[in-house]
């Protein structure tokens, strides 16, 4: 069975500082990792996949297997990154397809 | 549709009665998921449709929920005598493809029980 944590339910930050929303997770295998965001008054939305190595947005997150981590950070926050993220994992490979996800953490950015 | 429609987007029902929840993907998708979402909570997996076929029901809490895709398009989430522990909003979400990753949510229904 698979497993996110995201330890932080709230997480306040002001504009121009640095940001890190933090993701662990717990599976025996080789998982994929994601961010989904969820902006106010909109749908739940992906922002980003750990095989993915880019960037959305200002925001990376790096796959860290030995600390079962996937953080996500931005350098410099904005006020529109205020939003719920929610850091979710699938089993990697063919047949994979049911997401779990955290309880998620509402970072709110300071003006 | 340009995104996944769900409706209806607000249900209020007495602890006991019967709610269909319906869900429209994206045109062509062929993965449907339906997930439910407590107050605080983070989405949790309910059921995944690949066309027509139902193929993982395990996050289903009680006989109480069924779901069915019949033509592969629209599904509907059914939840029989209704208990106040199913206030919740209910989310589906389609793939284009049987393997998940970029799922496309809707905007889900919030259902209250009173």
């Known amino acids: 069975a698979q497993r996110v944590t995201q330890p932080e339910k709230l997480l306040s930050v002001f504009k121009g500082a640095p940001v890190e929303l933090k993701c662990n997770y717990s599976?025996?295998?080789?998982?994929?990792l994601f961010w989904y965001v969820q902006y106010s008054r909109q749908r739940l939305q992906l922002l980003l996949r750990?095989?993915s190595r880019e960037s959305i947005k200002g925001f990376t997150a790096d796959l860290n297997k030995g600390e079962t981590s996937f953080h996500l950070k931005k350098p410099f926050a904005q006020e529109e990154d205020s939003a719920m993220y929610y850091c979710?994992?699938?089993?990697f490979g063919a047949g994979s397809y049911q997401l779990t996800f955290g309880k998620g953490t509402k970072l709110s950015v300071i003006p | 549709g340009a995104g996944v429609s769900q409706s209806p987007r607000y249900k209020v029902a007495k602890r006991g009665q019967d709610v269909a929840l319906r869900c429209d993907p994206i045109?062509?998708?062929?993965?449907l998921f339906w997930y439910q979402q407590a107050l605080g909570q983070g989405p949790e997996f309910l059921t995944y449709?690949?066309?027509?076929?139902?193929?993982?029901k395990s996050g289903l809490p009680s006989d109480r929920f069924f779901a069915e895709r019949p033509e592969g398009s629209v599904s509907t989430l059914k939840i029989q005598r209704t208990q106040q522990e199913d206030s919740a909003v209910y989310l589906c979400?389609?793939?284009?493809?049987?393997?998940?990753?970029?799922?496309?949510f809707g905007e889900g229904s919030r259902l209250t029980v009173l």
């Open positions: 979400a389609s793939s284009l493809g049987p393997i998940s990753g970029e799922l496309f």
């Open positions: 599976y025996s295998g080789s998982p994929e």
């Open positions: 750990h095989i």
């Open positions: 979710a994992l699938t089993p």
């Open positions: 045109s062509g998708h062929v993965s």
């Open positions: 449709f690949q066309n027509e076929a139902q193929l993982d």
